[in-house]
T-cell receptor, first 115, second 112 residues
Framework: AQKVTQAQTEISVVEKEDVTLDCVYE???????LFWYKQPPSGELVFLIR??????QNEISGRYSWNFQKSTSSFNFTITASQVVDSAVYFC????????????FGKGTMLLVSP | DAGITQSPRHKVTETGTPVTLRCHQT?????MYWYRQDPGHGLRLIHY???????DKGEVSDGYSVSRSKTEDFLLTLESATSSQTSVYFC???????????FGDGTRLSIL
């Protein structure tokens, strides 16, 4: 069965600090997809990134970057120079490429960025 | 976004009453999902649909049923609500099963 672990329940940083959110996954499939979602205090869920298991290139989007390492089954998310607007709950999720693929979410990491 | 509307947005009801939540999408997406979000549990899949009248159970389906008679609507029913079903419910859709899911704004359901 697939599983996603986000060991950090809460992280507090001061604005402009860099912060890394950890995500470790378990799957028996060789083809799978990893996702990150953001849930700001307003409550909606916002898609950030999708990565397939065959693409281990790191990705950067502005202040956001993602490090995918199959060897350690990790898909970590780094925010550089954090801002107050980054305060949110961040979810990592996994879907396997079998049948009707459904998402399994981690329990989320709450990030609080203080001014 | 996928134009997903959930209704109602908030509901308070009593134990034992039936409750139906509606998810409506305007993007003609094939796949639709219902999740519940609870503190300490993240999002957990209740039921999903892979086409009209095609549905299947998720991780936490006990006490819930769903129906999808049209592409655009996916209904979640609590036949006899219990206090343990107090939660925030999210609907999501995607065109293909491994594409990103896009979420509605959620329904906050309180069962007293």
């Amino acid at each position: 069965a697939q599983k996603v672990t986000q060991a950090q329940t809460e992280i507090s940083v001061v604005e402009k600090e860099d912060v890394t959110l950890d995500c470790v996954y378990e799957t028996r499939d060789t083809t799978y997809y990893l996702f990150w979602y953001k849930q700001p205090p307003s409550g909606e869920l916002v898609f950030l990134i999708r990565r397939n298991s065959f693409d281990e290139q790191n990705e950067i989007s502005g202040r956001y970057s993602w490090n995918f390492q199959k060897s350690t089954s990790s898909f970590n998310f780094t925010i550089t120079a954090s801002q107050v607007v980054d305060s949110a709950v961040y979810f990592c999720a996994l879907s396997e490429n079998s049948g009707y693929s459904t998402l399994t979410f981690g329990k989320g990491t709450m990030l609080l960025v203080s001014p | 976004d996928a134009g997903i509307t959930q209704s109602p947005r908030h509901k308070v009801t009593e134990t034992g009453t039936p409750v139906t939540l509606r998810c409506h999408q305007t993007e003609n997406h094939r796949y639709m999902y219902w999740y519940r979000q609870d503190p300490g549990h993240g999002l957990r899949l209740i039921h999903y649909s892979y086409g009209v009248k095609d549905t299947d159970k998720g991780e936490v389906s006990d006490g819930y049923s769903v129906s999808r008679s049209k592409t655009e609507d996916f209904l979640l029913t609590l036949e006899s609500a219990t206090s343990s079903q107090t939660s925030v419910y999210f609907c999501a859709t995607n065109r293909d099963s491994n594409q990103p899911q896009h979420f509605g704004d959620g329904t906050r359901l309180s069962i007293l």
